[in-house]
């Protein structure tokens, strides 16, 4: 169980909406995944064709609602774009999202630091989704965000936790949840984000794109679990050398020779 | 008058709210957000929101995303 904001959360899997096949499974999904909260995009009506209504079934599953102002590609477009979702959705909740570039998706941290200090001061609870930059990190949370959410490698990339190093300043160094979200491609990324610390996960494409993302969902939810029960429970210390389980004896020792009784 | 609905031009009546703007293009009025001429107008005064001649309606929604 853990606190972002006002808000309690007892699972540590957060969820994207995106890529899904069709709505019912992504609800299927995200109940079987049992997070309580996932993002969501914002994008002007197309008013020739009805798009997927996502949001009655979240509404119904009772999950948070996070909308991501992904597609801005300033800190004035992202504050627009926050806006916006505040008022279509009621929320005043935002993950933050600037990525110009198309190829890697990167998070711009000049923008992104821009936007958030924007938001916060509007009243904004404000989830920045960065570079596993500490430095970057501990400037957001000093501007007021409530979380951080560092990537683990570019956006449905599924590649992993490639910034492990750096996740574990930010996870030692934050006063703020740490949310590692993007790159991550399986189960066994997740535990690994949860083991070093983070205090939650953002999975979508993962899910998303498996051949059956209610059973990844599952699996996911489980990984999540197992991944922060062992970093509670204290992993041990990792060594370059052998340390044996057993004494160190010979199995077959020469025993002194038994004197006959006489 | 006209005006354009994201980017397509429109021809509405005149002094058309935006509650009336939105009933007449069909469109749910939950889960939407409007911007007349880059400005966000909250729900609470779409009623009273009166669009003008040339006005640039923006209309928004959510949808699937990470």
Redesign the interface.
């Known amino acids: 169980m853990f606190k972002i904001a006002d808000k309690t959360f007892q699972s540590r899997l957060f969820s994207g909406t995106g890529k899904f096949a069709n709505p019912q499974l992504m609800t299927d999904a995200i109940l079987a995944s049992g997070t309580e909260l996932v993002t969501m995009a914002m994008k002007r009506v197309d008013l020739n064709r009805s798009d997927d209504d996502i949001l009655s079934p979240l509404v119904q599953a009772g999950v948070n609602l996070l909308p991501n102002t992904s597609g801005a590609c300033t800190a004035e477009e992202a504050v627009f774009a926050a806006r916006l979702a505040r008022e279509a959705l009621g929320t005043h909740w935002v993950k933050l999202e600037i990525h110009p570039d198309p190829k890697y998706l990167m998070p711009d941290p000049i923008e992104t630091l821009k936007a958030a200090e924007q938001l916060v001061q509007d009243g904004f609870v404000v989830l920045p989704y960065v570079h596993a930059d500490p430095v970057l990190c501990k400037r957001l949370e000093q501007a007021g965000c409530q979380a951080v959410m560092p990537l683990g490698a570019p956006i449905g990339s599924n590649k992993g936790i490639r910034t492990r190093d750096f996740l574990e300043i930010i996870i030692e160094q934050a006063n703020v949840p740490v949310i590692v979200d993007a790159g991550i491609g399986a189960p066994s990324h997740a535990a690994e984000a949860m083991e070093l610390g983070a205090d939650a996960v953002l999975v979508n494409t993962a899910i998303a794109v498996s051949t059956n993302p209610v059973a990844m969902a599952k699996a996911f939810k489980q990984a999540v679990e197992a991944g922060r029960m062992a970093y509670e429970a204290g992993l041990g210390a990792v060594s370059s050398q052998a340390i044996a389980s057993s004494p160190l004896t010979a199995f077959l020792d020469s025993q002194p020779e038994e004197t006959e009784s006489a | 008058m006209k005006i354009t ?2 980017g ?1 031009s429109h021809n509405a009546d005149a002094q058309l709210s935006v509650t009336e703007l939105l009933t007449e ?1 069909e ?2 009025l ?6 007349v001429n ?1 400005n ?1 107008i ?2 609470t005064e779409w009623l009273t929101t009166l669009l003008e001649e040339g006005d640039e309606v ?9």
């Not at chain 2, 939950?30 to 911007?35: K, M, N, P, W």
């Not at chain 2, 923006?58 to 990470?66: D, E, K, N, Q, T």
């Open positions: 609905i994201n397509k293009l469109h749910d939950a889960g939407v957000a409007i911007a880059q966000i909250p729900q923006a209309l928004f929604r959510a949808i699937a995303g990470g």
